[in-house]
């Protein structure tokens, strides 16, 4: 992700066009109409937005997502159909397809989606981190059991990570070593694993709460199957580096205790080390304002992460 691309644009900020909602009201059957609207905070990649259906006097709440038009953004909308294809009828909490408008005709221009409204909302302040840790934790473990087709993952070609070789120590690391021995590791060719299926994007902002149990699980732009130790790892960053390395550290333990599993180390360091210079940017930007973001310990707290994930490499 670099700086002074399209996401920073105000794209996510614009209101549905005249001409969107009247596809939205199409598309919801005849004396459907939309009678209100609501953005939804916190995604980075595309503008999303709550809307509220009327017809014969009940209101459905609906959500469509939006993509640029003329950035070539049509691929990772269908892929995401394509993956909600695929997880539908599971046991997953994901959100139903309504319609789709991949090439923007009835919608501006606009590669669009929209879907069922899930229930619940992004709770990123637990009370009871551990019962929370522990949802997520369950929650990985049925993605994982789950028999569904996906491609295999590919380490230096499915993912963007930096390249072998291309790896920069963060100017604010406390402990470059530790950083460079987290590199040399990442020149070794990957190791065999089971292969499993995975969100690859199981994050604590990608997923909805009501109640204290999760509700809903979106962002389906990239599924494929490997190691199970990617999805635990991309999600372990971001509790460090939002959080604390202790709470990533519990979910890794309350993952393996769960499934009864080892994760790899390879590849829990291999998604450590998708943070780059750019991360505390695109963090702030999901959470939100929905809690407090520590920038200036940001790094420190994912390398405290990436060290004992070293140590369980021998």
Not at 295 to 314: C, D, K
């Amino acid at each position: 992700m670099t700086d002074g691309d399209w996401r920073d644009s105000g794209f996510r900020q614009r209101r549905p066009s005249a001409e969107t909602l009247a596809w939205v009201a199409a598309s919801m059957g005849q004396g459907s109409r939309v009678v209100g609207y609501r953005r939804m905070t916190g995604g980075v990649c595309s503008a999303v937005n709550r809307l509220t259906v009327e017809r014969r006097g009940v209101r459905t709440l609906v959500v469509l997502r939006q993509y640029p038009a003329g950035l070539g953004l049509e691929e990772p909308l269908e892929r995401e159909i394509a993956n909600l294809g695929v997880v539908a009828g599971s046991r997953l909490p994901v959100p139903d397809i309504l319609a789709t408008d991949v090439a923007g005709t009835s919608t501006g221009g606009l590669p669009s989606l929209l879907t069922t409204r899930l229930p619940g909302h992004v709770h990123l302040n637990p009370e009871e981190p551990g019962a929370w840790l522990t949802r997520i934790a369950e929650l990985a473990v049925l993605l994982h059991s789950l028999d569904l087709p996906a491609k295999t993952f590919r380490p230096w070609t499915d993912s963007w990570i930096a390249p072998v070789g291309e790896f920069r120590v963060p100017a604010d690391a406390q402990k470059p070593a530790v950083w460079r021995a987290a590199f040399d590791v990442m020149a070794a060719p990957p190791p065999n694993d089971t292969a499993v299926f995975l969100h690859c994007d199981l994050l604590p902002v990608n997923l909805l709460w009501s109640r204290g149990k999760i509700t809903g699980l979106t962002d389906w732009n990239s599924i494929y199957r490997g190691s199970r130790a990617i999805d635990v790892g991309h999600c372990r960053r971001y509790l460090a580096a939002l959080y604390s390395p202790e709470w990533a550290e519990q979910l890794r333990s309350l993952y393996e205790s769960i499934a009864g599993v080892t994760l790899d180390p390879w590849w829990d360091v291999y998604a450590l080390l998708h943070y780059d210079g750019t991360g505390s940017k695109w963090i702030q930007g999901q959470v939100a304002g929905r809690r407090p973001v520590d920038v200036p310990g940001m790094t420190s707290r994912v390398e405290a992460t990436i060290e004992p994930a070293l140590r369980r490499l021998g």
